[in-house]
């Protein structure tokens, strides 16, 4: 059973369209942390939120923390070819271990 | 953040050899992780590396396996020990940076085994 459910698992959209990635959880993290993987990379750390309700922005991108800090969002407005890639949650439980969710395949058609 | 070097970056191995990943940070890090990543999947920790004492291993994942070294807290050693091709897969260090726990990767070494 996965711990962090991520959804869609795969996204093909258009150049220009907006989309949103969740990350659904019965569980509560101290903090929960988005990262973007492209092939033969690590994951690159995006966004850290931390306090329920959090909204962060970051150009095109916008995250969000549920008020139960259980869930997350990632909305991106006028998806670009050079947005594709994996995008991973990931939930802090304390101890510095992170859990990470499925991912979502991300490939933005120009 | 930190600057995380790996390598072999990739490489291609037959079954039953063993094969060492070598991590090298550019700055003393407390908590230092290992991670496997197999195909089209997410990433699953393989073990804590400790400094100066045996690495803390998850459930699934055992010593004999994963030997892990950490001679100092800038650099460890994954071995892949006796390879299958189910152990195929790319193989990420990590290491935490800040208060929130956030973590950054090294580029994986991508492993095949035939």
Not at chain 1, 35 to 61: A, D, F, H, S
Request: aromatic share 8%.
């Amino acid at each position: 059973t996965q711990l962090l459910e991520q959804s869609p698992q795969f996204l093909s959209i258009q150049e220009g369209e907006n989309l949103t990635v969740y990350c659904n959880s019965s569980s509560v993290f101290s903090s929960l942390q988005w990262y973007r993987q492209e092939p033969g990379e690590g994951p690159v750390l995006l966004v850290t939120v931390v306090t329920g309700g959090e909204v962060k922005k970051l150009k095109r991108l916008t995250f969000q923390f549920g008020d139960a800090r259980k869930d997350s969002s990632l909305h991106i407005t006028a998806a670009q070819p050079g947005d594709t890639g994996l995008y991973l949650c990931a939930g802090a439980k304390g101890g510095n271990k992170l859990v990470f969710g499925a991912g979502t395949i991300l490939r933005v058609k120009s | 953040s930190a600057v995380i070097s790996q390598k072999p970056s990739r490489d291609i191995c037959q079954r039953g050899t063993s094969l060492t990943i070598q991590c090298q940070v550019d700055s003393q890090v407390t908590m230092m992780f290992w991670y496997r990543q197999q195909p089209g999947q997410s990433l699953t920790l393989i073990a804590t590396a400790n400094q100066g004492s045996e690495a803390t291993y998850e459930s699934g994942f055992v010593i004999d396996k994963f030997p892990i070294s950490r001679p100092n807290l800038t650099f460890s050693t994954l071995t892949v020990s006796n390879m299958s091709p189910e152990d195929s897969s790319i193989y990420l260090c990590s290491v935490v940076v800040g208060a929130t726990g956030e973590l950054f990767f090294g580029e994986g070494s991508r492993l095949t085994v035939l």
